[in-house]
Structure formats: C-alpha cells, structure tokens
C-alpha cells in the first residue's frame, strides 16, 4: 500500500502561485511514477502533470505547460507541483496520484494506471 497526502491549496489571485506538496508514505519502492489530477466542478477529472520516480521523465498537459512544473525529493519522499501564473480556469481539487504497475501503453503518463490517490486539496483563483 502506498499512502498520499497533499497540501498547500487554498485562495490566490489570479496571476498568483502556489506549491502544492504531496507527501509519500508506504511502500515507496514500489512506485513507478507520480501524478497530479484536478477536477473542477461539473468536470471530469483531468490529468495535469506526472513525473517518474524511477528517472528525469515528466509530462504536463498542454493547459499548463510553461506555468506549471512538478518535482520530486527521493530523499524526502514528497513530489510538488509548483503553479506560477495562475488562472481562474486552474480552479478545481487537486489530487496527488502514484502508480506502482508496469505499464508499456502510448501516451505513458496520460493514460497509465495510478492505483492510488490521496484525499485533494482545493485551490481557488479570484480573478
């Protein structure tokens, strides 16, 4: 088993930034890669960002390429998503992700399975 649980969310201004950690417990050893998901209300759940914990890989989707970066710390065991330029449209619940199975599909971080998930943490932007 592998436990997640994010922070950091809360209230900015459009053009603002926040960092959202997620911290990493379990069976780390396990895990093959690390994602970000948001959903806004009335939306399905999107993929945001996702990076390896076994290399340098990362992969973000189009509406937040250039804004957002993710990162890993091994050492401490938490992957963070730093989001610079925020927009109103960037409102939604995040979730913190891991996936701990092989996977060898196209479009790798997209479409591979993330066996588990933390509890979200909402992030609001005012504009």
């Known amino acids: 088993q592998v436990q997640l649980v994010e922070s950091g969310g809360g209230l900015v201004q459009a053009g603002g930034s926040l960092r959202l950690p997620c911290t990493v417990s379990?069976?780390?050893?396990?895990?093959?890669?690390m994602g970000w998901f948001r959903q806004a209300p009335g939306s399905e759940r999107e993929f945001v960002a996702a990076v390896s914990w076994r290399s340098l890989g990362t992969s973000y989707a189009d509406s937040v390429k250039g804004r957002f970066t993710i990162s890993r710390d091994s050492a401490k065991n938490t992957v963070s998503l730093l989001m610079n330029s925020l927009k109103p449209e960037d409102t939604a619940v995040y979730y913190c992700?891991?996936?701990?199975?092989?996977?060898?599909?196209?479009?790798?971080?997209?479409?591979?399975?993330?066996?588990?998930w933390g509890q979200g943490t909402q992030v609001t932007v005012s504009s």
């Open positions: 379990g069976r780390i050893l396990s895990i093959y890669d």
């Open positions: 992700a891991a996936g701990d199975t092989f996977y060898s599909g196209p479009e790798y971080y997209t479409r591979r399975p993330y066996n588990y």
